[in-house]
């Protein structure tokens, strides 16, 4: 995220809080296991769909082609030829084993893995309900809150799964002080986002450089 220019104030994101009816089914308390997003994983599911596609409907077209009395395209010949002639120590035997290998591993590890680790999950406040917030928006509000410290001049914010860095730049009061009132407001901003896993804070304050 870039730093802001000058001296420019930062507008904090407003924190709307929804009043209890009295219809309302109970909140949940929060403390279950709440496990990540899953990614739907559209894109490799598409390539490999038409990889398929490609691969099995031209073997299928050859063969209704043979079935019909034609005689069979040369490259699936020559691919005959070649898989019954070649041994099993050849060099382009184990090359195309081993790329074979990669690629079912790959989508082994897509396919058991959740994905989407931008995504990190809230805490179960409605029952019907799972919400996430984007690390971005994590280090959006960080940056904010952290412009309102007395004496801080910018801020940088990187969000991370367990980790939130915040480097800031200080031009006046003791740094101590500034890094003091900065993890009392960040820690309190961070339980603030409901987050099942708040970020661990890595606070860094320093002077801007000399100019020139």
């Keep these: 995220m870039s730093e802001p220019r000058g001296s420019e104030a930062t507008t904090p994101l407003p924190v709307l809080e929804k009043p209890p009816r009295a219809d309302d089914p109970p909140a949940a308390s929060g403390t279950g296991e709440v496990h990540r997003f899953w990614s739907s994983r559209r894109v490799p599911s598409a390539i490999v ?100 410290v007395a004496g801080v001049q910018s801020v940088r914010v990187r969000a991370h799964r367990r980790r939130a860095d915040v480097r800031a730049l200080s031009h006046f009061r003791d740094l101590d002080a500034v890094h003091a009132d900065l993890d009392t407001v960040l820690n309190q901003a961070v339980q603030g986002l409901g987050l099942v896993r708040p970020p661990h804070l890595a606070v860094h304050v320093r002077r801007p450089g000399k100019k020139g």
């Design 49 to 148: 769909a038409a990889v398929l596609f490609v691969v099995m409907g031209t073997f299928l077209y050859d063969v209704c082609a043979v079935r019909a009395g034609r005689s069979a395209l040369a490259w699936r010949r020559e691919l005959a030829t070649q898989l019954a002639e070649r041994p099993l120590d050849d060099t382009w035997v184990l090359v195309g084993a081993g790329v074979a290998a990669a690629l079912g591993l790959w989508l082994i590890l897509l396919a058991v893995t959740p994905g989407l680790r931008a995504v990190l999950p809230m805490r179960h406040i409605h029952p019907d309900v799972r919400a996430g917030l984007h690390r971005d928006a994590v280090a959006l509000v960080l940056r904010d809150r952290a412009m309102e």
